[in-house]
């Protein structure tokens, strides 16, 4: 029989979000499959029922029956000679009616006797095959008789209109040790960041992700075209306010408002103006994030607050009650350095400062598999310094700097939209300030629900310090690196 | 290799950045910097399509015993934006001769602070 090419038709979803293919196979025909009673003494050719004399009579009918259709083929289900398939006659004829599994063996009636009673038949015309089969069912010497079933790929396809809940792989959401706690204060009121504006200030975001509120805008300066900008940008917000439902993310601070404001002002970075307008259309209790390194004296990335005029916007900033939180940046600096004296590296804004630290695990691509591709690192020792995170006096509290969970880059859920795009792989400073932002949006959230009013941001700031997982020692990574302490949101909740 | 995302080639310009002397402010409908003491400084001509602008509008606008010590000191800074094909490192010399200039250096190189962009992407099927 001629196999055609499959063809399949476009995806449909499973309740569970599975893409489920519908898989057309043209070129195989529907046939029956009609089983013959274990004593029945028949067998069949090629085009026929034969039978010795004892069994004409069964043989006769079968094949009246099939005088009745166009049939294309017959022969053995199992592929069986006309040799192998005639020997079952004297075995068969040999057995009482409906003998057991017992009388089966003591006869020598095996598995090939047992598989020798199994006849395909196709007809020409599909749409005989459900009558034939009804007329071969009423036939004494047919046990069972069927249209034989139209196998499909079993595989689950995946991705693409049906996102997977991702929520268990955000393993910063879990109890600490391992996370900052945050799934264990949502039921307190307020505690999901309700009532808090986050500004986001980078380059570029995708505000149209599946999995990111609706509203989110742009306050200020102009997007960057870029992908990896873009990516960048979405995989923050998402760390910070995915919507919480039954597919992708859920945000650290999910009932938040977040707004976004590029730091490209007049065609050039301006950190400083983007700082004074996010600050200007914020309120006291609102939370501004920083996702921007630059190159400092040393050649290495350094947080942005070393240039005197972005000082001085943080201090303006927090001064007006926002809490500024700052990526400490990747370039493996340590900011005590004499070089750094009498800069914004040894001073205090008043901004969270936030360093990488190294997370357990990412809680799911622990061997590779899945096609996620590598499989995730070990790195050093949980909540030690990645080796690029920068350190010092002003780095106030860490995050996980490693294999984030969150939205956009497509590595852990790719499809042609970017806006179903997921990661597990979100890294650097960049994943660690996020996570603290969104700390510090849930305790602003409950000091205004419990209190009425929002904490100062230096109360915020000593609050993630004070009650935090403390920062552990690693190879090459001692403790005078210091990148402070892992929030830990149930122990400061007690202090709002 | 330190993770970092900087922004796309030849996209964004990269300006000096300087700070005013206490007293100076720029006229930008004149083009000319003005102490308070009386005195002006035209700056000499610089590259077509060059602007020289405030870094914070709205607080160089503002008087300044309104405005808080830390907007205090960021309402001096200034930028001279440069057409992108002119690096500010052949410029910074000019500016900080200017007699109403108390600082300059070229600003920031900035990137993300993004480390181990995923390896493989699926985005496509």
Redesign the interface.
């Known amino acids: 029989m001629a196999r055609k090419k499959m063809s399949r038709s476009g995806p449909k979803l499973s309740k569970q979000g599975f893409t489920i293919e519908h898989f057309e196979t043209p070129g195989i025909p529907d046939y029956v499959v009609a089983e013959l009673r274990y004593e029945s003494p028949v067998a069949y050719t090629t085009s026929r029922f034969v039978a010795p004399s004892a069994g004409a009579s069964q043989a006769g009918r079968l094949n009246d029956v099939l005088a009745k259709f166009d049939v294309a083929s017959m022969r053995s289900q199992y592929g069986f000679k006309g040799a192998a398939v005639r020997s079952r006659l004297s075995l068969a004829a040999a057995l009482p009616a409906q003998p057991s599994a017992k009388i089966l063996d003591a006869k020598g009636a095996g598995a090939e006797f047992r598989q020798s009673g199994f006849v395909q038949i196709v007809p020409k015309r599909a749409e005989d095959c459900r009558k034939l089969v009804a007329a071969l069912s009423k036939e004494k010497s047919v046990w069972k008789a069927y249209v034989a079933p139209r196998p499909v790929p079993a595989g689950l396809s995946g ?2 209109a049906g996102t997977r809940l991702f929520e268990p792989a955000q393993g910063y959401l879990y109890s600490p040790p391992v996370g900052i706690g945050a799934a264990d204060v949502w039921s307190l009121a307020g505690a999901k960041g309700k009532g808090v504006t986050i500004c986001d200030i ?2 570029a975001w995708n505000t149209k992700h599946e999995d990111l509120p609706a509203g989110i805008s742009l306050i200020g300066g102009t997007m ?3 992908i ?2 873009r990516n ?1 940008g979405t ?1 923050v917000l998402g760390e910070m306010v995915s919507v919480p439902n039954s597919k992708g993310c859920v945000g650290i601070s999910h009932a938040a408002k977040a707004v976004v404001h590029s ?2 002002i ?8 983007a700082l ?2 996010a600050a ?1 259309q914020l309120n006291a209790g609102d939370v501004i994030l920083i ?5 400092g004296p040393n050649n ?2 350094v947080a ?1 607050q ?4 972005i000082f ?2 943080i ?2 900033a927090t ?1 007006k009650g926002i809490t500024v939180v700052q ?6 600096e340590n900011f005590d350095l004499p070089i750094f004296n009498n800069t914004g590296l040894q001073k205090d804004s008043g901004a969270i400062v936030v360093g ?1 630290g190294i997370p357990p695990s990412n809680f799911f691509d622990f061997d590779g598999g899945g ?1 996620f ?2 499989a995730y690192q070990n790195i050093g020792v949980p909540r030690s310094r990645i080796w ?1 995170s920068n350190y010092g006096k002003i780095v106030n509290v860490q995050g996980w ?3 984030v969970t969150t939205l956009a ?3 852990l ?4 939209s ?1 806006n179903k ?1 997921y ?1 597990a ?7 660690a ?1 996020p996570i603290v932002t969104g700390a510090a949006a849930c305790i602003q959230g409950r000091s205004k629900a419990k209190n009425g009013a929002p904490l100062s941001p230096a109360k915020v700031r000593k609050i993630l310090m004070d009650t935090g997982t403390p920062q552990v020692p690693g190879p090459g990574v001692p403790l005078t690196q210091r990148i402070g302490p892992l929030p830990n949101l149930a122990k400061a909740m007690t202090l709002v | 290799m ?4 900087p ?2 080639k030849g ?5 000096v ?1 300087f ?1 005013l002397k206490p007293g100076w402010r720029y006229d930008e409908a004149k083009g000319i910097f003005l102490s308070g003491k009386g005195a002006e400084f035209a700056p000499p001509p610089l590259p077509k399509k060059t ?1 020289i ?1 405030y ?5 160089a606008r503002s008087s300044r015993d309104r405005l ?1 010590r ?2 205090q ?2 309402q001096r ?1 200034m ?1 001279v ?1 440069l057409p ?1 094909s002119h690096q500010p490192e052949d410029y910074l010399t000019t500016v900080q001769s200017w007699p109403c200039v108390e600082e300059a250096h070229p ?19």
């Not at chain 1, 990526?327 to 493996?332: H, I, M, R, S």
């Not at chain 1, 859920?413 to 042609?416: A, L, S, T, V, Y």
């Not at chain 2, 600003?107 to 099927?125: I, T």
């Open positions: 991705n693409a980078e380059g960057i075209p870029d990896g900008w960048h995989a730091a490209v007049n065609g050039v970075f301006n950190l400083a103006q004074t307008n200007a996702e921007l390194q630059a190159t290495k990335y942005m070393f240039w005197p005029d001085s916007a201090v303006a001064a990526a400490a940046g990747n370039g493996d990488a096609g591709g590598a690029f700097g490693f294999h880059y497509g590595d859920q790719g499809d042609p970017e795009w990661t792989r979100f890294s650097g400073t960049s994943s300030s | 330190y993770p970092a995302v922004p796309p996209l964004l310009a990269r300006p950045d700070k602007r602008v870094k914070v509008p709205s607080l808080s830390a907007e000191d960021l800074y930028q934006i992108p600003a920031p190189e900035v990137s993300l602070p993004a480390g181990c962009v995923p390896r493989k992407q699926s985005n496509q099927r």
